[in-house]
């Protein structure tokens, strides 16, 4: 359940701006800001698969692939090793962004679509070098849109033009039937059958779809996303609202499910209810982080009320610091 609440502005004077001025103005902030730190053998967002061996990490049960096992430093040193490899030069780069109903709701500098818009700028930007392909799933209301893998900075933007573009929930004609909430998990599985090489995969997203009542329970999207990660390095681009953590005492609201329509009034007044809400929300926020740590993607939070450009920044210095310190607990080891 969250507020109905009119997005707020993208920044300043952002939102006004038409489609193609705002994507002038995102892929300015993309290769000012972001460029010099993220570029270098793809290693910038994550060290990604390849061909190229770059030497041996010790391994992670369920994380890793047992073909990957470097049996030769496994013997030598008693503990089990997987190979690392540099990413290759040509990247093939899958994106799933959802733009379901959940995904209109902001009461900061950004709504979560546009925060979605951004994220999704800056991968494609950052990845957009000589022979490199982008292909994307969009979810939306009315369901799956497809493009195709392919190179080139015309083919990012479009991209781009039909996420912006892509229907709300007030768009469709009230005098018929609004269509099914589109399916996470059916979306991932889509990826999975169109992604045959092995590459990076992308999944921005609230994550808030088949979540279950209990927290110890999987969620419905898990299993699809661990089958993707066993073949692609996956990165999972977690969008949240500051108002979807915590209510503010503003007296008489009421809260919107933005995918069923369900309404309820709630007095924010009361104090041990907003204390109930905010326990209940790190609770659901902490159950996606653990669903997506044992799934083996990469979880970058971003936040609606927060620099995303920053938060950006520091995932890469942690994923680098990441990728560095085994190689330095090895001595060498190659």
Same mark, same amino acid.
């Given at each position: 359940m969250r507020r109905r609440t009119p997005p707020a502005p993208a920044g300043p004077g952002l939102a006004d701006l038409a489609g193609d001025q705002r994507l002038r103005r995102l892929e300015l902030t993309v290769t000012r800001r972001l460029d010099g730190l993220l570029q270098g053998q793809h290693r910038g967002l994550l060290p990604g698969p390849g061909s190229e061996i770059a030497g041996s990490r010790e391994y992670r049960p369920g994380e890793d692939e047992v073909r990957r096992m470097d049996w030769a430093v496994?013997?030598?040193?008693?503990?089990?090793?997987?190979?690392?490899?540099?990413?290759?030069?040509?990247?093939?780069?899958?994106?799933?962004?959802?733009?379901?109903?959940?995904?209109?709701?902001?009461?900061?500098?950004?709504?979560?679509?546009?925060?979605?818009?951004?994220?999704?700028?800056?991968?494609?930007?950052?990845?957009?070098?000589?022979?490199n392909r982008l292909g994307a799933q969009?979810?939306?209301?009315?369901? %799956? #849109? $497809?493009?195709? @893998?392919?190179?080139?900075?015309?083919?990012?933007?479009?991209?781009?033009? *039909?996420?912006?573009?892509?229907?709300?929930?007030?768009d469709h004609d009230e005098r018929t039937e609004p269509p099914d909430p589109p399916d996470l998990a059916e979306a991932l599985a889509a990826v999975q059958r169109v992604a045959t090489r092995r590459g990076l995969a992308v999944v921005v997203s609230d994550f808030l779809d088949g979540l279950p009542e209990h927290h110890d329970e999987p969620t419905a999207w898990e299993p699809a996303l661990r089958r993707l990660a066993a073949r692609h390095q996956v990165l999972a681009v977690e969008i949240t609202d500051p108002r979807e953590l915590e209510l503010p005492d503003v007296g008489l609201i009421t809260l919107v499910c933005p995918e069923t329509g369900r309404r309820r009034e709630v007095w924010t007044g009361d104090e041990a209810?907003?204390?109930?809400?905010?326990?209940a929300?790190?609770?659901?926020?902490?159950?996606?982080?653990?669903? %997506? #740590? $044992?799934?083996? @993607?990469?979880?970058?939070?971003?936040?609606?009320?927060?620099?995303?450009? *920053?938060?950006?920044?520091?995932?890469?210095?942690?994923?680098?610091?990441l990728a560095a310190a085994p190689a330095a607990a090895r001595g060498g080891v190659a």
């Open positions: 496994t013997a030598r040193t008693t503990v089990p090793h997987v190979r690392e490899v540099d990413a290759d030069r040509e990247l093939s780069t899958w994106l799933l962004v959802d733009a379901s109903p959940s995904m209109e709701f902001g009461t900061a500098e950004l709504d979560k679509r546009e925060l979605s818009v951004a994220a999704v700028a800056a991968i494609g930007f950052l990845t957009a070098g000589t022979g969009l979810l939306t209301s009315t369901g %799956l #849109r $497809r493009f195709p @893998a392919r190179s080139g900075r015309t083919h990012l933007l479009g991209v781009l033009r *039909a996420l912006l573009a892509a229907p709300r929930t007030g209810l907003r204390r109930r809400y905010a326990s929300a790190a609770a659901q926020r902490e159950q996606v982080r653990r669903a %997506l #740590r $044992r799934s083996g @993607a990469t979880h970058l939070p971003l936040r609606t009320d927060r620099d995303w450009t *920053a938060d950006v920044v520091r995932h890469v210095h942690a994923q680098r610091r």
